[in-house]
T-cell receptor
């Protein structure tokens, strides 16, 4: 069965640089979620989209922005990167809101 | 507000049973359960919805007490593959924002 695809899988950036993470949801899933997970921590909800509109917002810094495109893929744009942004970033998708979420393999971002 | 999970860690021998609890101070719309192995993505185990509907893997069972805002995950006849960190995630109010607990580290040993 098709799963959530995230790219890139690993990313190394320097402080103050920008990064773009991409997420391709499971086919026919119209809802996408972004999470940030630090080492040994639980996933922290960042933002979600339903039918290409922002649906819910969590602890996403103002330096980050995201959108969902017409083909339902989503991109998380991160600017002015800080050392503290180093983490695993997961994208998840679900069939409509309120349903179970399926996580992608994650993008490991390292900021040096 | 983050749900509270207990225990924080547990070690089981193969074949033993375990219960992981999750409680929230907020009225809940749903409870999600995930298992995550080190360096991997969380894997969906179970979703329990207000009103009694639930969906998940056949070998996993869970309960949801809406009045007490509590959920429990039941792992029976544990196998080595059950090892990992179990997260409960709660949804209250909005449809989508899942707030995860700090996780329960479960290790199954031979």
């Amino acid at each position: 069965a098709a799963g959530v695809i995230q790219s890139p899988r690993h990313l190394i950036k320097e402080k103050r640089e920008t990064a773009t993470l991409k997420c391709y949801p499971i086919p026919r899933h119209d809802t996408v979620y972004w999470y940030q997970q630090g080492p040994g921590q639980d996933p922290q909800f960042l933002i979600s989209f339903y039918e290409k509109m922002q649906s819910d917002k969590g602890s996403i810094p103002d330096r980050f922005s995201a959108q969902q495109f017409s083909d339902y893929h989503s991109e998380l744009n991160m600017s002015s990167l800080e050392l503290g942004d180093s983490a695993l970033y997961f994208c998840a998708s679900s069939f409509s809101r309120g349903h179970e979420q399926y996580f992608g393999p994650g993008t490991r971002l390292t900021v040096t | 507000q983050q749900p509270v999970q207990s225990p924080q860690a547990v070690i089981l021998r193969e074949g033993e049973d375990a219960v992981i609890n999750c409680s929230s101070s907020k009225a809940l719309y749903s409870v999600h359960w995930y298992r995550q192995k080190h360096g991997e993505a969380p894997v969906f185990l179970m979703i329990l919805l207000k009103g009694g509907e639930q969906k998940g893997h056949e070998k996993i069972s869970a309960s949801f007490n809406e009045k007490k805002q509590q959920s429990s995950l039941y792992l029976t006849a544990s196998q080595l593959s059950y090892s990992g960190t179990y997260f409960c995630g709660t949804v209250s109010g909005g449809y989508q924002k899942v707030t995860f607990g700090i996780g329960t580290k479960l290790q199954v040993i031979p």
